[in-house]
């Protein structure tokens, strides 16, 4: 992972600098810079990959050795010699606000824009909270039809641990999904129900209602009963519709965060890509097979029946709705299942998932247009010829039109930003983003712990007890909340945030699962770990979230 340096060494709190000290709203340095800074300053721009961890070696009184940091300004921009190279500085950072990996509506999973503030070295800014772990899950917007959606994995994955969580502490739950009103857990998957899906079937009832009015006029106000009754009927077809896809994607193995019900049909967010392109065409065609297959059955169960009542009614309106979202699906473009199938195809030829998700995106946008403009001429044409509905009619084809066209437009280019995302993904990688940790005693004054990881070379500290276990982190945002003429006189135990089970991840983690790793354990600082249990430095959430925005800015 390429990422670029700080904007200063790491002093002590109680060292005065050979250089001029910085105004607080003076410009941050060049991002590409290769410069250190320490665990006391902040900075907007990506920081550089720590050279080599702190080892958990059992902490003194001493400081330790003098690494040439201090007075020599050449040393200023070398990192220490440890013989771990630091990797080169990226070209261009991300802009300020990209947030590659959203799309409509974001989920919990879209990382947040990275923080611009550059105060001075060692000046003590109005203190920020380093932004959150990054969240990149994208939401496919609705489309008027079901279909499933991959995303990136939200397994959780176990960090390796050194077995020394704190005392009495439960592992974190991982928060409910939530996304509306839940109505069950088949196959152990939440269901909800959004309340967008509340407007539809308002929309709905009154639609079909009008239907109802001139082939039953004698139902008088109970043909609103009927229609409500249809949209619940319309809408379970559609959770059918969504569990095919679930209980497929279970069966390969792929985790189901949740089917939501909303506006325009339902999502099933699973997870996890499919692994071979078999398996893809598969989970894609299964939604709309069994939407097939329910338009039959309403078929078969309406030939017994009257057709001019209740009852034919009902059931031909479930027939026709489940063959146009079988039709509708199969369509051959993202973020339809007709398009996941294409991509399926064109992943086999070429052995290429990118080249998949290309080929089926913008057949999706070309889809898009045609909707646009082509549902509005075929609704007319097939309309009714009475003059004073004409005029409605056609704004109310022509406002469904743009409303379909945009929903698959922003798709086709939500799955292109995913596959992108999916693509850049292995270059986070913990052993890279991780920031050198120094080991410190409880009550040893924050000054002196600046001035131990100055000498050092190191930009985080950690927290140890007696039998150097570590058991908390010093938060950055606190210390450039210390004025300088006090750090001699605060202990970082009150600036450190207790370390639990969730705060500890492997240094072998990278792409998916470290981010999965952090998701589910929200936090500021974590400390990083080697297989062994031995400290390997202290990972901050901004520093990812930094590489991954500079990464997404990558073309690919």
Partial sequence: MDVSGGSGQ??????????????????????????????????????????????????????????????????????????????????????????????????????????????????????????????????????????????????????????????????????????????????????????????????????????????????????????????????????????????????????????????????????????????????AFVGPLLSLVLSGVFYAALLPVEPDSVPGVLLAGLMVSNLIVAAFNLLPGLPLDGGRMLRAVVWKLTGKPMSGTIAAAWVGRALAIAVLIGLPLLTQSLGSDAADDVGMDTVMDALLAAILAAIIWTGAGNSLRMARLREHLPELRARALTRRAVPVQADTPLSEALRRANASGARALVVVDADGTPASLVREAAIVGVPEHRRPWVPVSTLAQDLTDGMRVSAELSGEELLDALRANPATEYLVVEETGEIYGVLSAADVERAFVKAMARPS
């Fill in 10 to 283: 790491p002093r002590s709190g109680n060292d005065e600098s050979a250089e001029p000290r910085a105004h607080p709203t003076d410009p941050a340095a060049d991002p590409t810079g290769p410069a250190e800074r320490g665990p006391g300053e902040t900075s907007g721009e990506t920081p550089a990959a720590p050279d080599e961890p702190g080892r958990a070696t059992a902490p003194t009184g001493k400081p330790a050795p003098d690494t040439g940091a201090e007075g020599d300004p050449d040393a200023r921009s070398k990192p220490p010699s440890d013989g771990r190279p630091s990797p080169a500085p990226s070209g261009t950072p991300a802009p300020s606000g990209t947030s590659e990996p959203s799309g409509s509506p974001a989920p919990s999973g879209t990382p947040a824009s990275p923080g611009t503030s550059a105060p001075g070295p060692q000046v003590p800014a109005e203190p920020r909270e380093p932004a959150a772990a990054p969240r990149h899950a994208a939401h496919h917007a609705g489309t008027g039809t079901p279909r499933h959606r991959t995303d990136t994995p939200r397994h959780r994955t176990e960090a390796h641990t050194d077995g020394t969580g704190g005392p009495g502490r439960p592992p974190q739950r991982r928060p409910e999904p939530g996304g509306g009103l839940l109505m069950g857990r088949p196959f152990g998957v939440p269901v909800y129900v959004a309340p967008s899906w509340f407007l539809v079937a308002i929309l709905i009832t009154w639609v079909f209602g009008g239907q109802l009015d001139r082939v039953l006029p004698e139902l008088g106000a109970a043909r609103y009963l009927v229609s409500l009754f249809f949209a619940i009927a319309f809408y379970a077809s559609v959770l059918v519709h969504e569990l095919a896809h679930t209980v497929a994607a279970l069966r390969f193995k792929l985790p189901v965060r949740r089917i939501q019900l909303q506006f325009f049909g339902g999502v099933s967010e699973i997870e996890k890509e499919a692994e071979t392109p078999g398996r893809e065409f598969v989970l």
